[in-house]
T-cell receptor
């Protein structure tokens, strides 16, 4: 597709449940980022991939968060044993290099 | 402590007038600044950027000004249009890296702009 596609758009999880969020970046984009946006806040960096290599995961809030991009295209953000504070919009962005990122529409995760 | 601050959560402007959105930062290592626009239920959309070696960048109705000594940047929209109504995020990058991309961005909390007809 022409843009960054994220699925699902909405996810409701019971506390303790594992979730997997998918990101399809723009074809050919080398760089892929995950951000977390809590209500009323700006996006906060979680992790970065260059092709299949995860070069920076300094923003992942705990070891319950795990991201992968095994073939250098589609990426999955997995959250294990979800907690209420994980409720947020999870944004994926991709970039070919110079210039601004292209963000997806995000996945809104609600943990109940 | 927030490194990128947008102290005005909202701004209301009349159509045709100028909108000025402000952003302050604390980290002198930031060398690239960006503005993103976000509509409800959509991801942020890149609007305009400026490198720390410049003090102004203009693109159509949008101009970004950078005052490095004050660690302040602003986005001017002239003339404002109702379609500009959205949340505007200021973002900063601490380095150029990752093969030429901006690296991970640090965002402010956003300013909600309302342009009234």
């Amino acid at each position: 597709g022409a843009g960054v596609s994220q699925s699902p758009r909405y996810k409701v999880a019971k506390r303790g449940q594992d979730v997997a969020l998918r990101c399809d970046p723009i074809s050919g984009h080398v760089s892929l980022f995950w951000y977390q946006q809590a209500l009323g806040q700006g996006p906060e960096f979680l992790t970065y991939f260059q092709n299949e290599a995860q070069l920076d995961k300094s923003g992942l809030p705990s070891d319950r968060f795990f991201a992968e991009r095994p073939e250098g295209s589609v990426s999955t953000l997995k959250i294990q044993r979800t907690q209420q504070e994980d409720s947020a919009v999870y944004l994926c962005a991709s970039s070919s290099g110079a210039g601004g990122y292209t963000f997806g529409s995000g996945t809104r995760l609600t943990v109940v | 402590d927030q490194q990128v601050k947008q102290n005005s959560p909202s701004l209301s402007v009349q159509e045709g007038r100028i909108s000025i959105l402000n952003c302050d930062y604390t980290n002198s290592m930031f060398d690239y600044f960006l503005w993103y626009k976000k509509y409800p239920a959509e991801g942020p959309t890149f609007l305009i950027s400026i490198s720390s070696i410049k003090d102004k960048n203009e693109d159509g109705r949008f101009t970004v000004f950078l005052n490095k000594s004050a660690k302040h940047l602003s986005l001017h929209i002239v003339p404002s249009q109702p379609g500009d109504s959205a949340v505007y995020f200021c973002a900063a990058s601490p380095r150029r890296g990752y093969g030429g991309s901006q690296g991970n961005l640090i965002f402010g909390k956003g300013t909600k702009l309302s342009v009234k007809p």
